[in-house]
């Protein structure tokens, strides 16, 4: 695609459930990141993908979020037992190889806990 | 933990002033990047500076960064309506834990006044 694809667009859940949020970054980009926003705030880094190395990930507020990059592309973002205060939206940018190259966002997912 | 921090939080101005932004990180730099980010849009790439000192102009957006590479301005002349939205920093930290990593200042969000 032209550019980063990410979904479902919104997605209220009821407290206690787990969501899935996906990513599709620009083909033959390498580097893809994670942030969230909440509502007038700024991004908040999550989760770094580079390649084949170890994924960053110093930035997952706890252990109920993990995130799965397959073949280098896709990437799923996963909370578990979803929380109030997990409502944000959910930012995915990609990048050329990471490094000092410029990050392209996705729309984002808008998720809303109940 | 590292953070990046810009001033003012908000700044509403009449079209036709100059609008200022400022970013301090608690950490020296290897590089920063800029964002605009319009109301209910993604944030879009603006610049990226690398180089102690440097300067870059875009028409009416002049940017810089500091000698010790710790912050950083953005510079927006005679400002219009469609300057409207947050402008973010982002910043690599130098000798950071070998992942580009960014870090994303709290951002300043412009309104101008028609």
């Known amino acids: 695609g032209a550019g980063v694809s990410q979904s479902p667009s919104n997605k209220v859940t009821e407290k206690g459930k787990d969501v899935e949020l996906r990513c599709d970054p620009i083909?033959?980009?390498?580097?893809l990141y994670w942030y969230r926003q909440s509502l007038g705030q700024g991004l908040e880094f999550l989760i770094y993908?580079?390649?084949?190395?170890?994924?960053?990930k110093s930035g997952l507020p706890s252990d109920r979020f993990s995130a799965e990059r397959t073949g280098g592309s896709v990437s799923t973002l996963t909370i578990q037992r979803t929380q109030q205060e997990d409502s944000a939206v959910y930012l995915c940018?990609?990048?050329?190889?990471?490094?000092?190259?410029?990050?392209?966002f996705g729309a984002g997912t808008r998720l809303s806990v109940l | 933990g590292q953070q990046v921090m810009q001033i003012p939080q908000y700044q509403h101005v009449q079209e036709g002033e100059d609008f200022t932004t400022y970013c301090n990180s608690s950490?020296?730099?290897?590089?920063i990047q800029w964002y605009k980010q319009r109301p209910g849009g993604h944030p879009v790439f603006l610049i990226q500076?690398?180089?102690?000192?440097e300067v870059k102009k875009q028409k009416r957006l002049t940017f810089q960064f500091g000698e010790a590479k710790k912050n950083s301005s953005l510079h927006i002349t005679a400002t219009q309506t469609t300057d409207v939205g947050t402008y973010f920093c982002?910043?690599?930290?130098?000798?950071?834990?070998?992942?580009?990593?960014?870090?994303f200042g709290t951002g300043t969000r412009l309104k101008v006044l028609a």
């Open positions: 993908f580079q390649g084949n190395s170890a994924p960053d």
């Open positions: 950490t020296t730099l290897s590089n």
């Open positions: 083909s033959g980009h390498t580097a």
């Open positions: 982002a910043g690599h930290p130098r000798g950071g834990s070998g992942t580009y990593k960014y870090i």
């Open positions: 940018a990609s990048s050329l190889n990471g490094g000092q190259n410029r990050q392209y």
């Open positions: 500076l690398v180089k102690s000192g």
